[in-house]
C-alpha cells in the first residue's frame, strides 16, 4: 500500500471531521478540502396549455487552480442542491492536461451519499497539486420529473413554471466539485509554523 492509500484507507489516520490526518510516514501532515462551485442553468420548455414537456439542458466548462500550499490532489468528490440532476449528469475532468475522468463519466459514482463516509465516495487519485490547472466540463442531464420537483422545494422558483416561464438566465442549481489534497509539509509552504 502506497502512502496515499495508507493516508486514505487508514482507520485511525482519519478522524471524525475527515480533515485531519497522523498516518505515518506523513506525520502531522494535514488532509484539506478545496471547493469548486460550478454554477448550473437549465430552462423547461412548455406547451401552449402550459405544461412543462421538456427540460434544455446546458454545458458548463470550469477551470481552476489547486491551492499552491497543497502537494497532491488525492481524491475528488461531488455535492449538489439538486441531487437528482446531479446523479443523471456527467462530468470531465483534467489536471494540468492529463485527463482524469473521461468524457460522459457518471456522477453518480463519485457524489455524496446520505450515511456513506465522505472519502469513502471519492474519487482516489494521486495528482501533483502546487498549483495545477484543474479543468472540465459538466453536463446537466436531469429529468424533467426531477427538475420539478426540485423547483417544488424552492417556493421562490415555483411561481415561474406557474407562469410558464424561467427565471433571467434559467433556473439554476450548483454543483460543487471538492478536491481533498494533502498539504506541502509545514517547512515548505512558507507558513513558517
Excluded at 58 to 68: G, I, L, Q
Excluded at 102 to 115: A, E, G, H, R, V
Excluded at 140 to 161: C, K, M, T
Amino acid at each position: 500500500m502506497n502512502e496515499v492509500e495508507n493516508l486514505i484507507n487508514g482507520q485511525d489516520s482519519i478522524t471524525q471531521a475527515g480533515i485531519s490526518m497522523n498516518a505515518e510516514p506523513l506525520g502531522k501532515r494535514k488532509l484539506k478540502w478545496q471547493v469548486y462551485t460550478i454554477t448550473v442553468p437549465f430552462t423547461i420548455e412548455y406547451n401552449g396549455n402550459g405544461m412543462p414537456i421538456a427540460i434544455k439542458h446546458s454545458r458548463v466548462a470550469f477551470e481552476t487552480t489547486s491551492h499552491k500550499t497543497n502537494e497532491r490532489v488525492v481524491g475528488i468528490t461531488l455535492y449538489s442542491d439538486f441531487k437528482d440532476g446531479l446523479d443523471e449528469s456527467t462530468i470531465q475532468l483534467s489536471i494540468d492536461s492529463e485527463e482524469i475522468l473521461p468524457s460522459n463519466f457518471d456522477c453518480s459514482l463519485i457524489s455524496t451519499k446520505k450515511d456513506v463516509g465522505f472519502y469513502k465516495n471519492m474519487y482516489r487519485m494521486n495528482e501533483r497539486a502546487n498549483g495545477s490547472l484543474i479543468k472540465g466540463e459538466y453536463t446537466d442531464n436531469s429529468l424533467l420529473n426531477d427538475a420539478l420537483r426540485w423547483i417544488e422545494q424552492h417556493p421562490e422558483l415555483q411561481e415561474y413554471v406557474d407562469g410558464m416561464s424561467n427565471p433571467p438566465g434559467g433556473f439554476k442549481y450548483t454543483v460543487k466539485l471538492y478536491l481533498w489534497c494533502i498539504q506541502k509539509p509545514l517547512s515548505q509552504n512558507n507558513k513558517g509554523l
